[in-house]
């Protein structure tokens, strides 16, 4: 966040909370803690919308070295995909190349199961998305797991034929 370990708090010296964060990052006590969280806030709270989206973030210092990517001059960046409910709770969090597609990354969440909700106790879900993640595939493979895929239409996509379809099913 750019803050300084020393003005976080002014009663416990600045080395002593990095090397306390440092520690738990290895035992790997962020990722227990938000599973717990993720669990009991599934099953107390009843999921109807999902909405996803990725945000490309430039590698300045050059410690991640995952990929390139042309919105910054083919310098390299992260990708991170999160998907969210109506809460804006973080049901996903996923960091990839910055040159994959979002569609690459929505197919990979899908094939791999990765989006753990009970569709059985949480229906309808919707999953809204933006232009870069419409594909058949995924929507044909969602729509398998009664999970109703939503993106806008491009421009050069025929509406008229889809909302055929549509009235037809």
Known sequence: TGISWKSINDNI??????????????????????????KDYLKNNLIQNLYVDSTDIANVNGVLDFGYNYKYKNKKAIKITTIVDNNQF??????????????KIMNNIVDENKLDINTSYHKPIYIAADKGYIC??????????????????????????????????
């Open 136 to 169: 058949k595939k995924i929507k044909n493979k969602l729509k398998n797991k009664n999970i109703i895929y939503v993106t806008p239409y491009r421009k050069n996509q025929n509406k008229k034929k889809e909302q055929i379809n549509k009235k037809n099913a």
């Open 90 to 103: 973080p049901l996903f969090n996923q960091i990839n190349k910055a040159s994959d597609h979002d569609t």
């Open 13 to 38: 010296k600045g080395d002593t909370i990095r090397k306390k964060f440092i520690k738990w990052i290895k035992l790997d006590i962020f990722n227990k803690i938000y599973l717990e969280l993720k």
